[in-house]
């Protein structure tokens, strides 16, 4: 195998594979990537068996081949290549040979028939979608996924098809985020799947907001994403996830509405004196005026007074304000608008007439 290519053709093309590839894996093969050359173009692709992520990239082919190759050093190698490089690939005796003008790299190779290629999607179906929709799905509500939680079905986002709504819900148990596009999914049956927090955090990085389209194709285990040039083919999470639904409060008597990036901004200041472990602040709804105090074991504390439009009893209610932040966030607009009930249930927030969203969070004591 044998081929010469341009440094600003390959290394974005390993840019689009290296998330994928895990620093420590316990199976060395994983560390590498795979390469097929043929037909002038060589196709590359990284997998840590639970997500696997395809790409290919043009070159001046001189001998057709199949090898894996150290993923993390021929990334080092290309970023420290000057601008206009041009990279000659030799690869023979289990020993790939990379030379760059006077630079000159031996790499150890691996055989390609251990590298454990994902298989395709066979059943279930495809679906169209545009790439700027699917990012802002799931830039909307990845923030609220859970992280290593032993309810491994809350480690994911869930994806909701349901004949022209597709809804994305993610949860941690103390917050949760939904949204819903208008997309013509095809289909009359509700389907859900449940998709990797790894995959949804390498597609956020991949997709653009575009006016491409991408086509997805699902099956009972798996999901099948084609972007361009890019194809990525995930395992899906095995659970049932919560009926989202009956966590989202629909009767709350109380609502208000306030200036968002106002109320980022006091969050940002009063947290600075707030439990670092806790992160808690007390947010006291009065007509007209919202006051947000925190507190720390250190008796030291900061309060905040903003202008809102509240028109009802005065009521306090404690927040984590990593959460509060997370979530204004993703609201799109100027104002905010929260709807709750007492200090102890659950309140909604979201952007001004944006029926799509929905935002959970729940309080907490202080």
């Not at 609502?255 to 901004?265: F, V």
């Not at 927040?319 to 905010?336: A, C, H, M, Q, R």
Request: charged share 25%.
């Amino acid at each position: 195998m044998e081929f010469t290519v341009s440094r600003e053709t390959l290394l974005p093309a390993l840019g689009k594979v290296i998330g994928v590839v895990e620093r420590r894996q316990t199976m060395p093969i994983l560390s590498n990537l795979h390469l097929v050359a043929n037909d002038d173009r060589v196709m590359l692709t990284a997998t840590d068996l639970e997500v696997e992520v395809k790409t290919s990239f043009p070159v001046e082919l001189k001998q057709s081949g199949e090898v894996t190759i150290p993923a993390k050093k021929l990334v080092d190698i290309c970023r420290s290549l000057g601008e206009g490089t041009e990279i000659h690939f030799q690869m023979s005796d289990e020993r790939c040979t990379v030379k760059a003008e006077r630079s000159r790299f031996t790499l150890g190779l691996l055989p390609a028939s251990e590298f454990p290629l994902m298989d395709t999607v066979q059943d279930g179906f495809q679906l169209s979608i545009t790439e700027s929709v699917f990012k802002r799905l799931l830039d909307k509500t990845a923030f609220a996924m859970a992280q290593q939680d032993v309810r491994y079905y809350l480690n994911g986002l869930l994806l909701e098809f349901r004949e022209s709504t597709l809804t994305a819900v993610a949860t941690d148990g103390h917050r949760l985020a939904k949204f819903q596009s208008s997309v013509d999914v095809g289909i009359s049956e509700l389907r859900q799947i449940i998709v990797p927090s790894k995959t949804i955090s390498e597609l956020r990085r991949q997709l653009n907001y575009s006016d491409d389209v991408i086509t997805m194709s699902l099956g009972e285990k798996s999901i099948h994403i084609v972007m361009g040039n890019l194809t990525m083919t995930s395992k899906l999470v095995d659970g049932r996830y919560p009926e989202y639904e009956r966590v989202i409060p629909h009767t709350l008597s109380r609502q208000a509405s306030l200036k968002k990036d106002e109320l980022k901004r006091a969050l940002s200041r009063t947290a600075i004196l707030s439990n670092e472990k806790y992160r808690g602040v007390r947010l006291t709804f009065d007509q007209g005026m919202l006051r947000l105090l925190a507190q720390n074991p250190s008796q030291e504390e900061a309060e905040e007074e903003i202008e809102l439009d509240y028109q009802d009893d005065s009521i306090s209610i404690g927040f984590n304000v990593s959460y509060l932040t997370d979530v204004l966030g993703v609201i799109d607009g100027k104002e905010v608008y929260i709807q709750f009930q007492d200090a102890n249930s659950s309140s909604v927030w979201h952007g001004k007439d944006a029926d799509d969203e929905s935002y959970v969070v729940m309080p907490m004591r202080i």
